[in-house]
């Protein structure tokens, strides 16, 4: 693993969170740390390419905004791409960036299918998949722990739960991959773009399909129920479909290889649950804070609101870092220690309130499957050779990960050492 750059604690006034380089093989606890004892409500200059906003970066003052969808809307974006830019186009149809009485109908209707007795089924199907996954990689010898078995669980979750067909699926994750975060900057913007245009196209064929010929499907949930007596308008089908792949695969991944770095680097946490010393529940949870895959979320003011020493004004934008208040040392006792036993962890992975993230039991279900994998199938965990991070200033991850997994049973008799 290349150690990240050691350099001068930044100066938050200097920082251009709108840059993904920022954020790229450096400290970012460092960083989030000179935010958070210095100017903890900061406001960022304007870029050449983007209006200024305010950074949040402290757990009480992130959860504070989450919470408060009267003074702050998700309307106008939720992430600072589409917050500087002045929208998002799913605004009012898709759940993360509607508001109100309309946002709680369709959340409704979508949790539905998300009941965790609902899901008994697929949980079973997330570990037996993740199970051969792992199996499969240990069989190999060396493996690329996120090509080969983080990329392969979530988008099958997804793709079981809206019944999509096997053999589109990698082209789902390859599209989601460039929407969400290029692996570099020679990636274009307009690509990302396109792959997000080619997801709602392809959506839209199976809704259509679905409103034909519906099934158990959630798309055939969506694009038959109906709103006050009125049906989805092929928008929010659409929109609500897409925001399920979009939430539910990178993420999910990326707190997977995250995790699995985690436990390599820090072997006396390994050994803690490879012993039973900690249950795979706790360590999933510790896991998630640590790797908190969405940085950031953000929201815009409605009307004016102080927040500590500074007034956020009616119409600014303001950005929540999650990455930073999961380290917030007046939450979290050491916060820079990974602790697989950590008691309480009230992370704000899944962010807060009205719009708390629809999949978080999958998302949990998935980090957990992995735990219970790693633990029961594999001995030994060696990192082989750089990750490759991703590129993002919103989704903190990995797109490549060499490493050698030994088999739990080629080792019996040691002590399980990562
Ligand atoms: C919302 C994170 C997995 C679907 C959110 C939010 C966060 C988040 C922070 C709040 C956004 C905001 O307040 O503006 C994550 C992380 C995941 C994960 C870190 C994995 C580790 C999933 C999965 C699904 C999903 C598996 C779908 C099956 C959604 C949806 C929303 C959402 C639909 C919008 C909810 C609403 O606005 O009411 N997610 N998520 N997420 N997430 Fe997730």
Redesign the pocket.
Known sequence: MPAPQVLAPPDPAAVDLTDPRTFHDVDTHALWRRFRELSPVHWHPATERAPGFWVVSKYEDAVAV?RDNKRFT?EKG??LATLLQGGDSAAGK?????DGPR?RAI?NL?LKS?APRVLQPVVDGVHRHTRELVARAVDSGEADFVTDVADHV?IH??GD?MDIPYADRPRLVEWNTQTLSRHDSADSEMESLMARNEILLYLSGLAAERRRNPGEDVISVLATATVDGEPLTEDEIIF?CY???????E??R??LAGGLIALAENPEQWRRLKTGDVTSDSATEEI?RW????MH???RALVDVPLREKVIKAGDVVT?W?SSANFDEDVFADPYSFDVGRSPNKH?????????????????V??NAMVEALRDQVARVELRGPARRLYSNFVHGYSGLPVALTAERATEGTDGDA
């Open positions: 989450y998700s939720n992430v898709m759940l993360a960036v509607t946002h959340r979508m998300f979530p979750t997804m739960l609500n925001s399920l792949i979009l939430g539910g695969d993420s999910t990326m707190s998630l790797t908190t895959p969405a979320f953000g929201r929540l999650n704000v992975v899944f962010g807060h309130g009205p719009h708390f993230c629809l999949g978080a039991f999958l998302g949990r998935h980090v």
